[in-house]
């Protein structure tokens, strides 16, 4: 707990584990309002599986997580309005996904050096979103270490293949997030 302003104001730093999303919630308690601050991905999240298997089952945890982050992200889940206001706006990724978009329409003609340095740089662009906006910083910790699975992938190929999967996921939680009635 800390004493802010001359002991008129006091914070507490919580963290909430959101389990079928595989979040930790990191914020503060002021005046009985939790805020939060930051997300991180729980040991547990699927990632690894979504990203690096075409198994059914890594289909159907991809389509169940993302049907959960959608409406999370669309604010769907969330009782109060300050919660609600924090909501992320497709215009907050727009920049993020259509670059995404891009760079999957480029795989298709083979996968090159080039595109492997352009996926690298896509964990800058989502860190900048996120410095904007509490609600990006939910998606940046789903999305960067789901970025970081596909360029484990080794050859060339197996990186085309992993960065397709996550072409998927993303498309799933933004789907999910515009049928939730997100923005």
């Known amino acids: 707990m800390r004493q802010q302003q001359g002991g008129q104001r006091r914070e507490e730093i919580y963290e909430r584990h959101l389990p079928n999303l595989f979040l930790v ?14 997300y991180r991905l729980s040991e547990d999240a699927p990632c690894r599986e ?53 760079l999957w329409m480029e795989a298709q003609k083979g996968w090159t050096d080039v595109l492997t340095r352009k996926v690298h740089l896509l964990i800058p662009k989502l860190e900048y979103a996120a410095r904007r906006k509490v609600a990006v910083k939910a998606l940046r910790a789903v999305l960067v270490p789901a970025i970081r699975e596909v360029l484990e992938g080794g050859d060339r190929e197996e990186i085309r293949k ?10 799933a939680i933004l789907a999910y997030h515009y049928a939730a009635g997100g923005k």
Do not use: C, Y
């Open 25 to 38: 919630e990191i914020g503060v308690v002021r005046n009985n309002r939790r805020q939060p601050r930051d």
């Open 50 to 102: 979504i990203i690096t298997s075409e198994s059914p089952q890594a289909a159907k945890k991809l389509v169940e997580w993302s049907e959960h982050l959608g409406k999370f992200l669309a604010g769907a889940e969330t009782e109060s309005e300050e919660e609600r206001r924090s909501e992320l706006t497709t215009s907050q990724i727009r920049k993020v996904f259509g670059e995404v978009r891009r």
């Open 162 to 171: 992993r960065f397709g999967r996550f072409v998927d996921f993303f498309e």
